[in-house]
């Protein structure tokens, strides 16, 4: 049985299954990007994650040690404290010779040019169906749809995928991957029976052996359900879906005090620094941090060749058998 895939994802990206780790702030390092592209999947390091350009150029020639299959390099566009030096960033992605780069956060239309120019495919990850055509329309290559289920940053149209993902399909034209809530070969199956090439995986991704995480980490998504996230900074409109923690409940208690009133300076201790505190040092409880609904559909931490070699063989029995079973 071949565990491969074709799809306009896979053709795009030069891969053997369509199935993408999204960047992750502190997780997506070379241990993790290249254990998912050595799997035959897409791994992606997180540009920003990465102090400086120069230390991003570092972790690029790291991942290019650990692996001879494409990775790409995501780069986030958030509000933040201080803006990063995004030319810079993006010249050591070009300089490093990265061909794929994940975009998130706001439109990369003032940076494709130069992405375009140095052969660099682009798929930027979106939230509605409005930006996926936006991106569309600015020559992005691919997009991520990301559902109200997701890790991280869902946006502010709580559309989950089972809506978001054929409205897409309905519309684009480039490919897309299905992001938010997958898991296993059943998200696999359904995400292409929903029109998507692929998928596009944070959370479960966190969970596996070659993420340079804290055990505590990994071992938290493990315990949680999917009743287990919060939404925070909601009022600011830039709306994170994180682990309930202590930490978490003690900044919605001053959401709700705050009320209309509150501005990013009343929650940054509660937001701030916390990556290195949780991912590094497994203080779990210290405050926000990303994870998915999707946590409720982990209850293992595999190798993460285990973890796709497990989603392929699954999805190609749903395909072949379930699937095929069902037609009279
Ligand atoms: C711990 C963690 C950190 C994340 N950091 C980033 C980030 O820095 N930039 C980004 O574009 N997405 C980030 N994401 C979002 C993921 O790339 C992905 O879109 C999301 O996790 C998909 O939803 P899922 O967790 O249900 O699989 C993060 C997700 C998690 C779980």
């Known amino acids: ?32 990007a290249s254990a998912v592209s050595n799997a ?16 991003l150029a570092k972790e690029i020639a790291r991942c290019r040690d650990m692996t001879d299959k494409p990775f790409g ?20 992605i070009i300089e490093g010779g990265v061909k794929i780069v994940e975009t998130a956060g706001r439109s990369p239309e003032a940076y494709l040019p130069a992405f375009k120019q140095a052969g ?32 991280g940053h869902p946006g502010e149209d709580d559309v989950p995928n089972m809506i978001l993902l054929p409205r897409a399909a309905e519309v684009l034209k480039i490919p897309f991957v299905a992001s938010g809530g997958m898991a296993n070969g059943r998200s696999l199956v359904a995400a292409l029976a929903l029109g998507a090439d692929g998928i596009n ?6 969970a596996t052996q070659e993420a340079p995480v804290h055990l505590k980490v990994k071992e938290a998504i493990v315990n949680a359900s999917e009743l287990d996230t919060r939404l925070v900074m909601r009022p600011l409109r830039n709306t994170e879906r994180v682990l309930n923690n202590p930490g978490v409940q003690a900044l919605l208690a001053i959401e709700r005090e705050k009320g209309e009133h509150i501005t ?9 620094g916390i990556y290195p505190k949780v991912m590094v040092d497994g203080e779990v409880d210290a405050g926000a941090w990303s994870c998915g609904m999707v946590a409720g559909l982990i209850h293992d931490i595999p190798t993460v060749k285990e973890l ?14 379930r699937l095929q079973n069902c037609l009279l």
Do not use: W
């Open 1 to 32: 049985m071949t565990s491969l895939m074709k799809t306009r994802i896979t053709e795009l990206f030069n891969i053997e299954r369509p199935i993408i780790q999204g960047g992750m702030h502190y997780v997506g390092l070379a241990e993790l």
């Open 40 to 55: 035959g999947g897409l791994g992606i390091l997180t540009g920003l994650t990465q102090a400086s350009p120069a230390l």
């Open 73 to 92: 390099v995501n780069l986030t566009f958030l509000p933040s404290f201080a803006t990063p030096p995004y030319p810079e960033y993006i010249a050591a």
């Open 120 to 151: 660099i495919k682009v798929i930027h990850k979106c939230t509605s169906v409005r930006h996926a055509l936006k991106a569309e329309s600015i020559g992005c290559d691919a997009v991520s749809v990301d559902g109200f289920e997701c890790g």
């Open 201 to 206: 995986m944070g959370t479960r991704f966190v």
């Open 264 to 272: 990013i300076a009343d929650i940054h201790s509660h937001v701030g």
């Open 308 to 321: 796709l070699d497990g989603i392929m063989q699954e999805a190609q029995m749903l395909i072949r058998h």
